[in-house]
């Protein structure tokens, strides 16, 4: 549920920044605007890189996951990760009946 709300959090920053492209804001606000999105961009492609090199030798990630976390950044990580978290569990149940 939370990780829902950052990301609809998410969705109406990236459209503060884009909108603060189209239509500028008044002069001290613009440039940390942009000074913020270019902060966003750094980061939230930094942190999709880092993601690929840390996955084991064979495995990627497609490049709607990698579309993902580069816009939701934290919040589709932190889901990525409840996922996985419920796959193991679910495989450990598995194994545990057999």
Same mark, same amino acid.
């Given at each position: 549920?939370?990780?829902? !709300?950052?990301?609809?959090? /998410? @969705?109406?920053?990236?459209?503060?920044?884009?909108?603060? *492209?189209?239509?500028?804001? =008044? $002069?001290?606000?613009?440039?940390?605007?942009? !000074?913020?999105?270019?902060? /966003? @961009?750094?980061?939230?492609?930094?942190?999709?890189?880092? *993601?690929?090199?840390?996955? =084991? $030798?064979?495995?990627?990630?497609?490049?709607? !996951?990698?579309?993902?976390?580069?816009?939701?950044?934290?919040?589709?990580?932190?889901?990525?990760?409840?996922?996985?978290?419920?796959?193991?569990?679910?495989?450990?149940?598995?194994?545990?009946?057999?």
């Amino acid at each position: 549920m939370l990780i829902n !709300v950052g990301r609809l959090l /998410m @969705i109406c920053v990236w459209g503060f920044m884009l909108f603060n *492209l189209i239509h500028p804001f =008044p $002069k001290p606000l613009k440039y940390f605007m942009d !000074v913020a999105m270019v902060f /966003m @961009i750094f980061m939230h492609a930094l942190q999709t890189i880092f *993601l690929k090199a840390t996955l =084991p $030798k064979g495995e990627t990630i497609s490049k709607l !996951v990698q579309l993902r976390i580069f816009f939701f950044g934290v919040f589709e990580m932190l889901a990525m990760q409840k996922k996985t978290k419920a796959a193991i569990e679910k495989a450990k149940k598995q194994q545990s009946d057999q």
